[in-house]
């Protein structure tokens, strides 16, 4: 019999990533990130000048980033533990949009911080990757974490019988992000792992066989 799966983001879901990510383009790339409101593409000015970086230098930015710097990222609290108690119960699997070449290095940075999951790479909406996992897992019950409403959106439109929450565990963004659950498109909003774990639990247990 299949086991239920739970399907998890990584950046601000596992791991914090726009705090480091702010550190380094202050420390090294003469950049200021500031979020104000919830538009990322104005959150990136120079230093020198104040003026928006240009999409296709803050995808450089970001690219950047990834290739040097995961090391800097460092788990968002009670993420690992809650996983890996969850794993005691259901498959677990992360889908991160990354792209591909980058699919042994995450699987690698998480495995160092105590984390053994299949990681899936993705780029641009969840949804057609998230059927594909479903498809090969075939789950007795599948539950999606991540931190931005449009892949909620995209899970729900796709598969729409998706368990999903919505958690974003960076202070930074939380408050300024949309709000899946809000949406209809989230089960639940719940940013801290004290509370998703008991929350992720009790949707487990609800599984029927």
């Given at each position: 019999?299949?086991?239920?799966?739970?399907?998890?983001?990584?950046?601000?879901?596992?791991?914090?990533?726009?705090?480091?990510?702010?550190?380094?383009?202050?420390?090294?790339?003469?950049?200021?990130?500031?979020?104000?409101?919830?538009?990322f593409s104005s959150a990136l000015r120079w230093q020198d000048s104040g003026e928006v970086?240009?999409?296709?230098?803050?995808?450089?930015?970001?690219?950047?980033?990834?290739?040097?710097?995961?090391?800097?990222?460092?788990?968002?609290?009670?993420?690992?533990?809650?996983?890996?108690?969850?794993?005691?119960?259901?498959?677990?699997?992360?889908?991160?949009?990354?792209?591909?070449?980058?699919?042994?290095?995450?699987?690698?940075?998480l495995a160092d911080h105590g984390l053994h999951a299949r990681v899936f790479t993705n780029?641009?909406?969840?949804?057609?990757?998230?059927?594909?996992?479903?498809?090969?897992?075939?789950?007795?019950?599948?539950?999606?974490?991540?931190?931005?409403?449009?892949?909620?959106?995209?899970?729900?439109?796709?598969i729409g019988t998706i368990t999903t929450l919505h958690l974003c565990g960076e202070p930074?963004?939380?408050?300024?992000?949309?709000?899946?659950?809000?949406?209809?498109?989230?089960?639940?909003?719940?940013?801290?792992?004290?509370?998703?774990?008991?929350?992720?639990?009790?949707?487990?247990?609800?599984?029927?066989?």
């Amino acid at each position: 019999m299949s086991r239920p799966l739970i399907i998890s983001d990584c950046d601000e879901v596992l791991l914090y990533m726009v705090s480091p990510f702010r550190d380094w383009l202050a420390e090294t790339q003469n950049v200021e990130f500031r979020m104000e409101g919830n538009d990322f593409s104005s959150a990136l000015r120079w230093q020198d000048s104040g003026e928006v970086l240009a999409p296709e230098e803050i995808w450089r930015k970001l690219g950047g980033f990834f290739d040097t710097e995961m090391h800097r990222q460092t788990p968002i609290p009670g993420a690992i533990e809650g996983i890996n108690t969850l794993a005691e119960h259901a498959d677990v699997v992360v889908l991160t949009n990354l792209v591909d070449k980058r699919q042994e290095m995450r699987r690698e940075q998480l495995a160092d911080h105590g984390l053994h999951a299949r990681v899936f790479t993705n780029q641009g909406p969840k949804g057609p990757a998230l059927q594909s996992i479903l498809a090969e897992y075939n789950p007795s019950k599948a539950i999606f974490i991540d931190d931005l409403a449009q892949h909620h959106r995209s899970a729900r439109e796709t598969i729409g019988t998706i368990t999903t929450l919505h958690l974003c565990g960076e202070p930074m963004i939380a408050p300024h992000i949309d709000c899946a659950h809000q949406s209809g498109h989230a089960d639940a909003r719940i940013d801290t792992w004290e509370h998703a774990l008991p929350w992720l639990m009790d949707q487990l247990e609800k599984e029927t066989a």
